[in-house]
């Protein structure tokens, strides 16, 4: 690999190459070419300031799929008349790394500034991205990293404390419908020359199914072009074309994240048809339907508790069934999981309880377990004094004694706190009636 035989930028020739992708050929030649992105391309935007200046530093372009990464990195560097070198995260390592710093040493030593762009930069380990480190610091290259992952956790802290990360914006339906009307009408580069007929809500169709790939949109048009009949794009063509809808969507990305988030959140606020969206949208995906399971169940327990007692019965119940069923019954069971856990009382008051004596148990002495709660299996320990002073509960009217049961140095301590939602409104009325009917000290909250 060598500086002085760069890689041409894509779509350079409009006669030559027509056998690459109809998304390759159509990418943008110019700035004023490329759609969307606004919010940093935008006229006195940082980044369009950089380009139109000819001033450019290392920068992260994180972004979904077809949003445009390679393409602006392809543009900053024609623009700013710099020499081009894209490096595949995927098929370099640092023997390569070495060699193509090595040639932009000297291309600056002779006056000529370098843009390596680095394709998947998340894929690259700790050492690989640690390898540029001096180079991007003494200005030897302008490195401009694509990711689709978050670049918080995907590259290292020092590489970015030295470069800009610009988030690009999965497109809008409308950007996406203009850069298909483009296709259609440049010949060769594009589709003009075949005089294709294709209707506006055909166009839409396609836009909405990318999900904001502009790249999955060109390929469906490629493929409807070439099945259209009589150069006519109908529904059906379209339709085939698609075969299924286009999802963003990592398992173990940062998506995935996003999407049980919004789900959690969704049940959380009680937000039904919000939360059976979501859980369409991961079903839809391909998302393992026992990890959803798992997570219900976990929203069942933290998000509604004993405000309704018979949600995690239900959550039990659905992984069961979806676990007996599979697809696509089990789906059913997923979906009417969500509904029911969407619209019960909500409460966490049993999870704040349990970090309410993580707290105590972190920050006081571990008390020992006081004498008459102990059993005396020996005749030891009876005379030690162990379970002496036990007051047995169904020996006692209403089965309630005075016999306190928390360590002396945490007596009164109350660490559940019911609401009056739902279930929990009853226990609540219970830890009243319990209290009146005791004798312990005052109670006092953890």
């Not at 002496?388 to 140095?409: F, K, N, S, V, W």
């Amino acid at each position: 690999m060598s500086l002085f035989d760069p890689s041409p930028f894509p779509g350079e020739q409009e006669t030559i190459g027509a056998d690459r992708p109809l998304a390759d050929r159509m990418r943008p030649q110019t700035l004023d070419e490329y759609i969307g992105q606004e919010h940093i391309l935008g006229p006195g935007k940082p980044l369009r300031i950089q380009i139109d200046t000819g001033h450019l530093s290392s920068i992260i372009l994180w972004g979904p799929p077809g949003s445009g990464k390679t393409t602006l990195a392809f543009l900053m560097a024609r623009q700013s008349g710099a020499a081009f070198i894209p490096f595949s995260a995927v098929l370099s390592g640092i023997k390569e790394i070495k060699a193509v710093m090595a040639d932009a040493e000297r291309a600056k030593r002779m006056g000529t500034r370098t843009v390596l762009f680095i394709d998947e930069i998340h894929r690259f380990n700790k050492a690989q991205q640690d390898a540029f480190l001096p180079y991007v610091e003494r200005g030897d290259v302008i490195l401009i990293g694509a990711t689709t992952e978050n670049p918080s956790f995907e590259v290292v802290s020092a590489l970015l404390s030295r470069t800009k990360v610009y988030t690009l914006r999965p497109l809008e339906t409308a950007e996406i419908v203009e850069l298909l009307k483009r296709a259609l009408a440049i010949p060769y580069r594009g589709l003009g020359h075949l005089g294709l007929k294709v209707s506006d809500e055909l166009l839409d169709e396609i836009a909405v199914a990318s999900s904001g790939d502009a790249r999955a949109a060109l390929n469906t048009l490629e493929i409807a072009a070439e099945s259209a009949k009589n150069a006519v794009i109908d529904r059906q063509t379209v339709a085939d074309a698609l075969q299924r809808k286009v999802l963003l969507y990592d398992k173990t990305g940062e998506e995935h994240y996003n999407l049980i988030s919004a789900l959690h959140k969704s049940v959380r606020s009680s937000d039904v048809d919000a939360s059976l969206y979501w859980l369409g949208r991961m079903l839809k995906a391909g998302e393992d339907r026992l990890y959803l399971a798992r997570r219900l169940v976990r929203m069942a327990i933290e998000d509604i508790g004993l405000a309704d007692p018979r949600a995690i019965e239900q959550g039990m119940a659905c992984m069961q069934a979806v676990h007996f069923l599979g697809l696509p019954e089990g789906d059913l069971a997923l979906a009417q999981l969500t509904i029911y856990l969407a619209l019960s009382p909500k409460s966490d008051a049993a999870y704040q309880a349990l970090n309410k004596v993580d707290a105590v148990i972190e920050s006081t002495p571990a008390p020992p377990v006081p004498l008459h709660l102990r059993n005396a299996p020996t005749g030891l320990m009876k005379q030690l004094g162990y379970s002496r002073g036990y007051e047995h509960a169904h020996q006692a009217p209403d089965a309630i004694t005075d016999m306190a049961c928390l360590p002396e140095a945490l007596a009164g301590y109350r660490f559940y706190q019911p609401t009056d939602r739902g279930y929990e409104k009853t226990l609540r009325q219970r830890l009243a009636w319990l209290s009146e009917k005791r004798t312990n000290k005052p109670e006092t909250n953890g």
